[in-house]
């Protein structure tokens, strides 16, 4: 009978492709559209909180969050995102993936549009509603993360699921490059509307009161498109896997897979399901019994540490961008420029980056996939990491010297590109596909919990890691570090053995979901 369940699933794994698999790539990957156009947009507009809110009257330099106030802000939307990672994963195998998948949507289109409304009389308070706001909607983005990637992977074929759920990712590209847009293009409507001096020529008329109206749009912006998709969502059934595996309906699973995927189940074959339901040894193991160690024990330590070395290189990565643009001179000193310019020249700058490395090593992945595998791609991706950053690193005192700033952004642009055609894709793929049904969201939030450590080691412990050891060169507000160059080391250091742990990930190129978590076996071999 296991034999007649594994011809029903089969179905789902030899479906064409369809014009509703586009529809829930791209309902699906609104969530992390939400999560990178946030995540851009936040580095942007700090600064212009800090010129607002944290000017000093007769400073030489223009306001600036303190150190507390800046990794409080740019922080807790990565507490919110590991919390809501755990959580909803968890609720996604215990109700099923559609009963809280509108969920974690409507709490991102509330929390963007509350974070802009973050007003107060003081600076503290203003930032304390913001941190607030900002914490639910990392929550929200957290429980994104294992449904979509589990209901992509539920709803493919194994012939091209690599690819949808890749797909599914490489939305935060479209939100990296539409918070670029937004920013850039309020800020040049303000900027004509409200013209202001440089702060070395004026401090106080520099930041017109107008410019505290920029960042708060510029971050309620972020919930349009979520906003535009939640009623398709809503309206997206149950995976026919969870309804099938784990609800036990197999006429309800029939019925859905073919309303939605044009897939012919006939009534017998929907009976052979429910009854090989009734008599297999279907396996009941639970996440913390041995046999779920036995089976997937090394996997999930492979998912998770590997996501948590990508996430502290990729964020880290971040660091340097300020110092690269002030080299090149695509961002002038903040005294020459009014608040509206430095912000306008930021969100230019760092959209050319992600126009160039980020973006398409994304759709790389999407492309070649489910040709090279999912392996290859991760190895490559975190080999190619430490060559490129071992490469910045050696001779970082020739990189950042006069004449040499193209070959220093051509090579950090390069680490970008591998990143996401590599790593970046694969250890939010692979999770979703190696475990069983009942425990694929869980284990999945595990790893992207994992991920989200890293990413909070990389954006804070690096902030103050790369700090410079001359004690007269640091941050406003920081102590001495080992300095950007040392920095390159440690982040080649941590691709180094994200590349050895992806030993540890099976390739589930070809295979069926079942394939891979070994559904249809028993608890004893």
């Known amino acids: 009978m296991a034999g007649d369940q594994v011809h029903v699933l089969s179905a789902l794994d030899g479906a064409k492709t369809q014009w509703y698999h586009f529809t829930a790539i791209v309902v699906a990957g609104m969530g992390f559209f939400t999560d990178a ?26 306001g600036s969050l303190p150190p507390t106030v800046a990794a409080a802000v740019n922080g807790v939307a990565f507490v919110g995102t590991l919390s809501g990672q755990l959580f909803f994963g968890w609720l ?28 107060s009389h003081t600076p503290t308070t203003v930032m304390a509603t913001l941190c607030f706001f900002r914490f639910w909607l990392g929550f929200g983005i957290g429980g994104d993360y294992p449904l979509s990637a589990t209901i992509m992977s539920e709803y493919a074929n194994k012939r091209t699921r690599g690819a949808f759920i890749a797909a599914v990712f490489a939305m935060q590209g479209f939100g990296i490059l539409a918070g670029g847009a937004v920013a850039i293009g309020v800020t040049a409507l303000f900027k004509n509307r409200f013209p202001a001096p440089p702060y070395a020529v004026n401090p106080a008329a520099s930041t017109p009161a107008e410019a505290d109206y920029v960042w708060r749009i510029v971050l309620m912006l972020g919930a349009l498109p979520a906003a535009l998709t939640f009623y398709w969502r809503m309206k997206m059934p149950e995976t026919a896997r969870y309804t099938a595996l784990i609800a036990k309906n197999a006429e309800r699973a029939a019925a859905d897979m073919s309303k939605v995927l044009q897939v012919e189940i006939t009534k017998e074959q929907a009976g052979d399901l429910e009854v090989a339901h009734k008599y297999r040894a279907s396996p009941s193991f639970g996440l913390f019994s041995g046999e779920f160690v036995r089976r997937h024990g090394l996997h999930l330590v492979g998912t998770a540490s590997t996501w948590l070395l990508l996430d502290i290189a990729y964020y880290s990565q971040n660091l340097f961008q300020k110092d690269i643009f002030s080299a090149i001179g695509w961002i002038p000193p903040a005294a020459t420029m009014s608040a509206l310019d430095e912000l306008y020249h930021i969100a230019r700058a760092q959209t050319l980056i992600a126009l160039c490395g980020t973006v398409p090593g994304y759709w790389f992945t999407v492309a070649f996939i489910d040709s090279v ?3 290859k791609i991760q190895a490559m991706g975190f080999f190619m990491m430490t060559g490129f950053m071992l490469g910045l690193a050696v001779p970082y005192d020739y990189w950042t010297g006069k004449g040499h700033q193209a070959g220093f952004v051509a090579m950090y642009a390069l680490t970008f590109f591998f990143a996401n055609f590599g790593p970046n894709a694969t250890t939010f793929i692979v999770p979703a596909e190696i475990y069983p049904a009942r425990l694929r969201a869980t284990c999945h939030g595990i790893s992207a919990a994992s991920g989200k450590v890293g990413a909070i080691i990389g ?48 390739e589930p190129k070809g295979k069926s979901l079942e394939e891979m978590s070994r559904e249809t076996e028993s608890d004893k071999c």
């Open 37 to 62: 156009y946030d995540l851009f947009c936040i580095s942007l507009v700090t600064k212009l909180i800090g010129r607002v809110y944290y000017t000093v009257p007769g400073s030489p330099h223009p």
């Open 92 to 119: 996604g195998d215990k109700v099923g993936r559609k009963s809280v998948y509108g969920m974690t949507l409507l709490l991102m289109i509330i929390c963007s549009v509350a974070s802009g409304l973050s007003f």
């Open 373 to 375: 595998g999912r392996f």
């Open 459 to 506: 954006s804070f412990g690096f902030l103050y890691l790369a700090q410079s050891p001359d004690p007269s060169k640091t941050a406003h507000g920081y102590l001495p570090g080992i300095g950007v160059r040392n920095s390159l080391f440690v982040l080649a250091g941590c691709s180094l053995m994200g590349f050895m742990l992806t030993f540890l990930v099976p």
